[in-house]
């Protein structure tokens, strides 16, 4: 059985559902970071069977810099209005604009290959996917573009 603490503190890292993270718990043998890792894994195998799906949706995000010195615009696209609206999507996305604001990726190929400014431990592309899973839908960076005076 797994411990309710546990579950919480995955649920508040991953944000997926309490049955994934107790049956990744119950596999992992109770092991916190061993379910992590499962976790992460069975993302990125549901990210993979949605790779294909339309993405008619979405939204374009903005940051600006506290220096008034550095903007950025980035389109996000998912599949349903739906998700685009979710307080999850909307953070994933301001998420994305900030990090291309501190690391100017000069492409999207090149964006998600960066490690993420906040995790160190995992990259851009993991993010999205892990997004991906917590969804539901495929989610892709579209065009994004960096202003800096």
């Known amino acids: ?9 995955i649920r508040t890292i991953t944000g997926a559902s309490i049955d994934a ?10 092991e916190v970071e061993r379910a992590l ?23 374009v995000f903005h940051y600006i810099h506290a220096n008034h010195k550095i903007g950025v615009l980035v389109e996000l696209f998912c599949e349903t209005d ?5 307080e999850q999507f909307q ?9 291309i604001a501190a690391m100017n990726p000069a492409g999207v190929e090149e964006l998600l290959a960066q490690q993420y400014v906040r995790d160190s ?4 592309d993991e993010l999205i996917k ?14 994004f573009c960096r202003f800096e005076i």
């Open 21 to 30: 993270i107790r049956e990744a718990l119950e596999e992992a043998g109770g």
């Open 37 to 59: 890792g499962l976790l992460k894994a069975r993302g990125a195998t549901v990210a993979a069977k949605k790779a294909d799906r339309q993405t008619n949706d979405g939204s």
């Open 82 to 86: 739906f998700v685009a609206r979710t």
């Open 1 to 9: 059985m797994a411990k309710i603490e546990d579950l919480k503190k």
């Open 130 to 143: 892990s997004g991906v899973a917590k969804f539901g839908e495929n989610i892709q960076v579209g065009k």
């Open 121 to 124: 431990s995992q990259t851009i």
């Open 91 to 99: 953070e994933l996305g301001h998420e994305l604009a900030m990090h």
